[in-house]
């Protein structure tokens, strides 16, 4: 992560959710990034970012305000073959970071191509009222009725016709009402989950 201030943040959080192990290199930190620094042990470098920072590395994301380095980490990145993604300046990246929801292992990402960050934010946030942490918490047991399912139809068209039967007449409709579907009693005997 070249850069401390407030969208770095942001942008060293979501690496960090998606387990990447996060290096900062910024002459200054903002309250926000120190803070992630301090709770996840992170690396940091206060001083001005040297392309000697892109060894042993294969994901650059640079925040940093200054007009005139995302050209320089471009050029740096680009040599090395290494992932870019400068915020805001989506002509000098190669990969473009998605706003993410995340219901434990569901994960919704939202993406406008660089060309309005906060809008897909704020389609996430939209998404995130609708989808209340039922639809996370019923992947476990999904999961599970999925096993059922493959070995009660080896037939994939039949299996897929079973799962969206069960999907639409029982697991949908709870969640939607805000409900975690139990399906335990289903789960006993898949192929009558399925009918």
Same mark, same amino acid.
């Given at each position: 992560? @070249?850069?401390?201030?407030?969208?770095?943040?942001?942008? $060293?959080?979501?690496?960090? !959710?998606?387990? #990447?192990?996060?290096?900062? @290199? +910024?002459? &200054?930190?903002?309250? /926000?990034?120190?803070?992630?620094?301090?709770? *996840? &042990?992170?690396?940091? /470098?206060?001083?001005? *970012? @040297? +392309?000697?920072?892109?060894?042993?590395?294969?994901?650059?994301? #640079?925040?940093?305000?200054?007009?005139?380095?995302?050209?320089?980490? *471009?050029? !740096? +990145? %680009?040599?090395?073959?290494?992932?870019?993604?400068?915020?805001?300046?989506?002509? &000098?990246?190669?990969?473009?970071?998605?706003?993410?929801?995340?219901?434990?292992?569901?994960?919704? %990402?939202?993406?406008?191509?660089?060309?309005?960050?906060?809008? +897909?934010?704020?389609?996430?946030?939209?998404?995130?009222?609708?989808?209340? !942490?039922?639809?996370?918490?019923?992947?476990?047991?999904?999961?599970?009725?999925?096993?059922?399912?493959?070995?009660?139809?080896?037939? *994939? $068209?039949?299996?897929?016709?079973?799962?969206?039967?069960?999907?639409?007449?029982?697991?949908?409709?709870?969640?939607?009402?805000? /409900?975690?579907?139990?399906?335990? #009693?289903?789960?006993?005997?898949?192929?009558?989950? #399925?009918?």
């Amino acid at each position: 992560m @070249v850069g401390g201030g407030e969208v770095a943040s942001v942008k $060293a959080r979501a690496l960090l !959710e998606g387990g #990447a192990v996060v290096k900062i @290199v +910024a002459p &200054h930190c903002s309250d /926000e990034m120190r803070t992630l620094i301090e709770t *996840f &042990h992170l690396s940091c /470098e206060l001083r001005q *970012f @040297v +392309a000697a920072d892109l060894n042993d590395v294969w994901i650059v994301v #640079a925040a940093t305000g200054d007009p005139e380095l995302p050209e320089l980490i *471009f050029r !740096e +990145a %680009t040599a090395r073959n290494l992932l870019l993604c400068v915020a805001d300046d989506p002509a &000098h990246s190669n990969f473009i970071v998605p706003a993410v929801l995340r219901r434990d292992e569901l994960v919704v %990402t939202v993406s406008t191509s660089g060309k309005a960050p906060a809008l +897909a934010a704020r389609i996430r946030d939209y998404l995130g009222e609708i989808l209340g !942490e039922q639809y996370g918490q019923v992947l476990k047991r999904l999961g599970t009725i999925r096993e059922r399912l493959k070995a009660q139809y080896p037939d *994939f $068209a039949r299996r897929r016709e079973a799962w969206y039967r069960l999907l639409d007449t029982e697991v949908m409709p709870q969640l939607r009402r805000g /409900e975690l579907p139990s399906l335990e #009693a289903r789960g006993q005997d898949s192929r009558e989950s #399925a009918r």
